[in-house]
């Protein structure tokens, strides 16, 4: 039985802030969180979605790193508006987008190229060809993942091979090379001044160059990419908590204060989430839809189509704990399909009410393949396909069919991630944007058959980098500390619809996924990425 916190404990944690940047796919935020894991102060802005060609999406890399400083700087003011001071902010964490890759030049500090964001697929005919070269089928055995579109190392073989600077800057050894926690890791310490130049395990893990046993980049994974680490500079690999690696702001109004925490976004939800025992699982529905299923201190190497990463290493004598993940590519992303894209909605809070607006999907399914498919299918050929239209379809279905995509490509992961560890799981903890709605979570316990469970505060990713920056900084010192956080007021979804209703439905979805399967041949596919 857990006992109730004392209040004086909560009094005391209460005067405890930390920070959190949260540099999202679509948005920086910055939250400021007291002890008792309660958000006090935050500011967030949308930054430029860039999508130069069919199937590119890119981010301008300064924009990224003004976007935190303008977040920090709105939220800070708030935060001493309640009357605290920035002194009162013990350390900073910060969690990010992964696999997107950005290169840099050491000696200027200047991007060379655009950030290739995650979701990109310009790389696909890469992907193929590297899927024949000798030793392609032992990459997931030594860091965790298939080769796809999706990891950073693919995207720095196409800048290579299609930037003639960043080719120079490489030949001439000065390229630096980073995810999007290095380059604001960099930038936040000033750059080539201070030349902070680290990565966290969880993301090291997501670019394909980091063993996943002794957690340093592997000469076999740099060989087989055709990188030569003598040429390039690669970010040291450090715990996801540590007071000493990541330096500090240098300037604004939290100048001086230190980043202690640094995570990978989903690993960050799930430390947010509290999944610190083997068996915990949570998944989070932001631009993409992402499953981290806590395996312990070993790696589960997937047998059925999922990613094995580091789920967190919060460094001292811990060692680091692994994850099985399953990835979908579209989640809030195909609500924005809808309202952007389509006019359905003009807000994406709405569309829970309009897929309410009907009593089913009627018959359609939407297989949101926007970029192909990922995790457990990894079909890198199928294209976005509305199947089952008719003259009696409206937008209320197709809203309601965007909303179940996700929820069947959950239960697909759901499924593997069963047969990999060998273990059903008893309940979901989820947060995310597609959370809020609450038609979306009942379909979601619908179609896996077991409940689903919200807490009340959702900024689950932004919290579990402030959780790696508190430990670093003492103000927690054991998990158990922790058990009590963001467990107010949670939302259980329980199925209601029969076995039998939710595998007719699933049965549908697979048959739907396979007949979007090789869309256009691999001439068009060619033609289409140099059109």
Known sequence: ??????????????????????????????????????????????????????????????????????????????????????????????????????????????PLHNAIAWPDTRIKSLVREFRHKD????LPELCGLPLSTYPSAMKLVWLLRHVPEVKKAYDEGRLMFGTPDTWLLYNLNGGTEKNVFVTDATNASRTMFMNLRTVQYDDGLLNFFGIDKNKIKLPKIVPSSCATSFGAINKGPLKGIKIAGCLGDQSAALVGQQGFAPG?????????????????????ISTHGLLSTIAYDFGGKRKPVYALEGSVAVAGSGVKFLMNNMGFIRDSDKVGELASSVENNGGTVFVTAFSGLFAPYWIDDAK????????????????????????????????????????????????????????????????????????????????????????AVDIWKEFDELKDINQKDRVIFEPNITEEESQKMFRKWTRAVEMCRGWLDVGEEDEEEES
Request: aromatic letters at 8%; charged letters at 20%; a negative charge.
């Open 1 to 110: 039985m857990r006992l109730p916190r004392s209040e004086s404990y909560e009094k005391r944690m209460e005067k405890f802030f930390i920070g959190s940047i949260d540099q999202g796919t679509t948005s920086t935020r910055f939250l400021i969180f007291d002890g008792t894991g309660t958000p006090v102060a935050s500011h967030q802005i949308e930054f430029t979605q860039k999508y130069p060609e069919s199937g590119w999406h890119e981010h301008d890399p300064w924009e990224l790193v003004q976007s935190v400083y303008d977040c920090i700087e709105a939220a800070t003011k708030k935060f001493t508006d309640l009357g605290h001071k920035t002194s009162d902010i013990k350390a900073i964490g910060i969690t990010n987008q992964r696999e997107t890759a950005l290169v840099w030049d050491s000696e200027t500090g200047q």
């Open 135 to 138: 030793g392609a089928d032992e």
């Open 280 to 300: 915990n699982a949570k998944n989070t529905y932001g631009t993409g839809c992402f499953m981290l299923y806590n395996v312990g201190t070993e790696p589960v």
């Open 384 to 471: 976005g396909t509305i199947f089952g239209i008719t003259q009696h379809t409206q937008r209320g279905h197709i809203a309601r069919a965007t909303l179940e995509a996700t929820c069947f490509q959950t239960k697909a992961i759901l499924d593997a991630m069963e047969k990999d560890s060998g273990h059903a799981l008893a309940e979901l903890a989820v947060d995310g944007g597609m959370s809020k709605s609450d038609l979306c979570m009942q379909t979601q316990a619908n179609i896996i058959g077991i409940p689903v469970n919200r807490p009340s505060m959702r900024e689950t990713t932004s919290l579990g980098a402030a959780i790696a920056a508190g430990f």
